[in-house]
């Protein structure tokens, strides 16, 4: 069995779970693996992990910069304005 089957084979063993139980990295990398056969899949798995690690972080410290006096509104008015900063993601 070459690459493509091998990787068609398993995209659709994901693509045939209950939605909960997909993982979306998995079958994102298994489709770039595609177009890029030496890609390491633990190496990208690890820096999805530290992005993820670094939101809660971000997310966290907002949180603890909400008033109790805030609207819905005004909440998601500062996450669209954090949303428009640049990415401190590296």
Same mark, same amino acid.
């Given at each position: 069995?070459?690459?493509?089957?091998?990787?068609d084979r398993e995209f659709?063993?994901?693509?045939?779970?209950?939605? #909960?139980?997909?993982?979306?990295?998995?079958?994102?990398?298994?489709?770039?693996?595609a177009a890029y056969p030496d890609l390491e899949e633990?190496?990208?798995? @690890?820096?999805? #992990?530290?992005?993820?690690?670094?939101?809660? @972080?971000?997310?966290?410290?907002?949180?603890?910069?909400?008033?109790?006096?805030?609207?819905?509104? @005004?909440?998601?008015?500062?996450?669209?304005?954090?949303?428009?900063?640049?990415?401190?993601?590296?």
């Amino acid at each position: 069995m070459d690459l493509t089957e091998q990787i068609d084979r398993e995209f659709s063993q994901i693509a045939s779970l209950p939605d #909960d139980r997909i993982d979306l990295a998995h079958g994102a990398l298994l489709i770039a693996k595609a177009a890029y056969p030496d890609l390491e899949e633990p190496i990208y798995l @690890e820096r999805l #992990d530290r992005m993820a690690a670094r939101a809660v @972080e971000d997310w966290k410290r907002f949180i603890a910069h909400i008033g109790d006096h805030e609207s819905v509104a @005004e909440i998601l008015a500062r996450i669209d304005k954090l949303k428009k900063q640049p990415s401190r993601i590296h």
